[in-house]
């Protein structure tokens, strides 16, 4: 089983208690998700974002709907939160979103660890497709969200 990580941070020019709360808010996640993935909440909102909370949604793989169940593992506002996969494309998917107060404003930090699903054959997928396909996603959220916070 390989775990693959992808790291990203960005910085913002704003305070910390302004930029978590962004994040926070799952509703968010469809504004900054590449629209050829057809992202979708099925959670109705309010969604209350707190340790234990769970939300489902669907993303479009290759234009076939897939439903993904989070749940929220830490929550620690402003600094830190972890959501999980419970249901999804991967074997496995954590999350760690981390935010720190620097000079000027706040770094984000994202930590994604995943598996692959069907072994070899996933990891084959990997190399060809989907550590390119989300290496895009998390390139266009970094350019959504300098847009977003100016």
Do not use: C
């Amino acid at each position: 089983m390989n775990v693959h990580i992808l790291e990203q941070q960005q910085f913002f020019a704003h305070p910390v208690e302004t930029v978590f709360p962004f994040f926070a808010t799952p509703e968010n996640l469809e504004q900054i998700t590449p629209a050829s993935l057809g992202m979708q909440i099925l959670t109705p909102s309010p969604i209350h974002m707190r340790e234990g909370a769970l939300f489902d949604y669907v993303v479009r793989v290759n234009g076939f709907p897939m439903r993904w169940t989070t749940l929220i593992t830490v929550y620690d506002p402003p600094h830190t939160f972890v959501d999980v996969q419970l249901r999804g494309p991967y074997g496995y998917w954590h999350h760690t979103h981390r935010f720190e107060s620097k000079e000027g404003g706040t770094l984000m930090q994202d930590e994604v660890r995943y598996v692959m699903p069907l072994g070899p054959l996933g990891e084959l997928a990997h190399r060809l497709w989907v550590g390119r396909q989300l290496r895009q996603i998390f390139a266009h959220r970094k350019t959504i969200l300098a847009d977003h916070f100016g």
